[in-house]
């Protein structure tokens, strides 16, 4: 599958990068990896952790705004990973047009950058904040979304295939509030604030959504959405699990937050399919019915079908996610 492949991604000094090139390298022989991305340090750093692996990687200097880089970047890849993107909520609201550069012409310049140079596949790394945004990140990353999907219809005679995968915040990720808690409890806080006691999310951990992208790259034929089936917890528990003897101090949900992730609404049903570990969601479009490849063994989910962390079959309690816990990265 990626072996002799010459792999780009964009934003590949973050956590996500930095997991799926060392498990690409240690699973699979690819003819290279590329980490395109804007912070020189990240890269030098970067550079130093995969000293072993330095004939295989190549580390570029750029930014998706940039069409001529990315033009140049994209020669001769077969797959590219976008993971770049401004993700801070707040941030976004104050700074809407910089998100707006990064995000949507910033996919834009990716998809073009790809057509014309003949990349084989594009995963395009999505969240939740995209479904039904409140806030300005989660919109530019609906449209960031869409453009994906829409690029396939004009690839014309070209085998170049674009596809999403989405997944909500890492545990331990910089954005979750595992490393949140976590520095607080280092410094004897003796309470945990949470913005809303009904609060839930996903759990999905660094390994399976590097797990997914996999996935996505193997059987995406261009146009699917690819969704991981994950369990479901209260933050109160989380809470629990870190610090059973601290105080849970309900200060309010935030501008722009939401009370549970959602991966799929009841308007996405109508073309969403269930898998074992996974659900994918079609394009509701003329050129997909045309292609008519909807993966088998799949089973339609029914119409006004909701994927939420509040309605989810899963769920963990704090004993299981203390145990969790234990085996994951946090990223500060």
């Known amino acids: 599958m990626l072996d002799g492949k010459s792999i780009l991604i964009t934003g590949g000094t973050g ?61 001769d890849v077969d797959i590219v990973i976008h993971a770049a993107a401004l993700k801070q909520i707040p941030a976004a609201e104050y700074n809407p047009i910089e998100f707006i550069k990064t995000n949507i012409h910033g996919a834009e310049n990716i998809i073009n950058a790809s057509i014309d140079n003949g990349v084989e596949k594009i995963i395009a790394l999505s969240t939740d904040k995209a479904v039904n945004p409140v806030n300005l990140y989660g919109a530019t990353k609906l449209v960031s979304d869409k453009l994906f999907i829409s690029g396939n219809a004009y690839v014309g005679d070209r085998d170049t295939k674009f596809n999403v995968v989405r997944y909500g915040n890492v545990a331990g990720s910089r954005a979750s509030v595992i490393p949140f808690f976590k520095n607080l409890i280092d410094k004897n806080a003796k309470s945990l604030p949470i913005t809303d006691n009904r609060m839930t999310r996903f759990w999905i951990t660094l390994d399976e959504s590097v797990n997914l992208v996999l996935k996505a790259i193997k059987e995406s034929d261009g146009g699917e959405l690819y969704i991981q089936k994950c369990p479901s917890f209260k933050v109160t528990e989380l809470a629990k699990a870190m610090d059973s003897n601290a105080k849970l101090e309900n200060v309010g949900i935030r501008p722009g937050e939401k009370l549970h992730e959602v991966m799929i609404t009841a308007e996405d049903s109508r073309s969403t399919y269930e898998y074992d570990d996974h659900y994918i969601i079609y394009p509701d479009l003329d050129w997909w019915r045309f292609k008519n490849s909807n993966k088998p063994g799949g089973k339609k989910v029914k119409e006004g079908f909701i994927y939420s962390s509040d309605n989810n079959k899963q769920w963990l309690d704090s004993d299981v996610l203390k145990e969790l816990i234990k085996d994951i990265e946090i990223v500060y």
């Open 15 to 75: 956590s996500f990068g930095k997991k799926f090139t060392l498990k690409v390298l240690e699973e699979h022989n690819p003819h290279k990896i590329i980490i395109y991305s804007r912070d020189e340090y990240k890269q030098y750093m970067m550079q130093k952790e995969f000293e072993e692996h330095r004939k295989k990687l190549r580390f570029l200097l750029g930014d998706v705004r940039d069409k001529e880089r990315l033009n140049r970047a994209f020669y």
